[in-house]
């Protein structure tokens, strides 16, 4: 997205200070009027199929699954207490409706939910989600306070961090780093140089190299 000049409407009314109406973006030093639009400037997308059509490999034009069925399959399987989506970027349009009519047509799950997001241990993580293209990500699940049981995901751009609200793209990206946490958090730090675990800056050559201090490395139990 290139960021352009506020119109006439989008200055602040009368009394009104500007940064009550919008957000300051980093990147281009222009107000937003929404954390979607710097995320957008920022060129951050949390979204697999976003993703996927940066590499190729994902083409809406040609008949591909829509990211709109992706929302609903994904929706409708939970209401079904089954797993989310997977190998999506394959699939057609066709294939996708007739998957939407399958889950129409299965009772709803009576007393159960679809299986929990997996737990992953508070840090940093990154993730390769292309040969090219790396994202990364801080965990973090409060124990104590008014938030205790929840699983906040936020993505990070720079170093500024954004919330992913979006509960499937969450759970999403929960399930790739559980998938082996340790080399998700070892990976952040030798991309960018901080501790995957507690984000201090790595000066110890052995702890670049791992991408974790030896302290955060114990507390993991790694």
Request: proline residues 6%.
């Amino acid at each position: 997205m290139t960021c352009k000049a506020k119109s006439e409407r989008e200055q602040p009314r009368e009394g009104v200070r500007e940064s009550e109406m919008s957000v300051l973006c980093g990147n281009c030093k222009e107000h937003h009027s929404s954390a979607n639009e710097v995320r957008e400037c920022y060129g951050v997308n949390t979204r697999p199929m976003a993703l996927a059509s940066a590499a190729g490999w994902y083409n809406p034009a040609a008949g591909n699954i829509t990211e709109r069925q992706i929302d609903l399959i994904d929706q409708l399987r939970q209401e079904r207490a089954e797993e989310p989506l997977t190998g999506w970027a394959s699939w057609s349009k066709a294939q996708a409706s007739e998957e939407i009519q399958r889950l129409l047509n299965k009772p709803k799950a009576l007393g159960k939910s679809a299986a929990p997001a997996p737990t992953v241990p508070n840090g940093r993580y990154a993730l390769r989600m292309t040969p090219e293209v790396t994202k990364f990500y801080r965990v973090n699940s409060p124990t104590e306070g008014r938030w205790v049981g929840r699983t906040f995901v936020e993505v990070q751009a720079s170093d500024d961090f954004y919330p992913i609200n979006n509960k499937v793209d969450r759970e999403t990206i929960l399930r790739m780093i559980a998938d082996n946490p340790q080399a998700a958090m070892e990976l952040y730090g030798r991309e960018l140089g901080k501790c995957g675990h507690c984000g201090r800056t790595l000066t110890d050559e052995e702890s670049r190299a791992r991408g974790i201090g030896p302290i955060c490395a114990s507390r993991m139990s790694w």
